[in-house]
């Protein structure tokens, strides 16, 4: 049984910083492709960011490019998330998420076999 648990969401003004952390318990951690993504209300869930499993290749959203960055420390099993320059736009509940499945990175939701409950990440104006 693999959990996932993110932690580290909030309240912060536009133009601030959070980091998400994601600790993944179960199964080895450094067969999981690991990803990000979110959901604003009344809206679809979407993909912010990916990493593949040695943490070498990354992905990321062009709404998020150059202000977030995924990390992971294999021998913790956990995943972060650093968010900088934080807009209304980016408040939404963020899911962290595994997969076990081939590739390097993912950017497709269905492709991921593992979820956690989601943090929630408001940013005011």
């Known amino acids: 049984q693999v959990q996932l648990v993110e932690s580290g969401g909030g309240l912060v003004q536009a133009g601030g910083a959070l980091r998400l952390s994601c600790a993944v318990s179960?199964?080895?951690?450094?067969?999981?492709?690991m990803g990000w993504f979110r959901q604003a209300p009344g809206k679809e869930r979407e993909f912010v960011t990916t990493i593949s499993r040695s943490g070498t290749a990354t992905d990321y959203a062009d709404s998020v490019k150059g202000r977030f960055t995924i990390s992971r420390d294999n021998a913790k099993n956990m995943v972060y998330l650093q968010m900088n320059t934080l807009k209304p736009e980016d408040t939404a509940v963020y899911y962290c998420?595994?997969?076990?499945?081939?590739?390097?990175?993912?950017?497709?939701?269905?492709?991921?076999?593992?979820w956690g409950q989601g943090t929630q990440v408001t940013v005011s104006s």
């Open positions: 998420a595994a997969s076990a499945v081939g590739g390097v990175t993912l950017t497709t939701s269905s492709r991921y076999s593992y």
């Open positions: 179960g199964r080895a951690f450094g067969i999981y492709i």
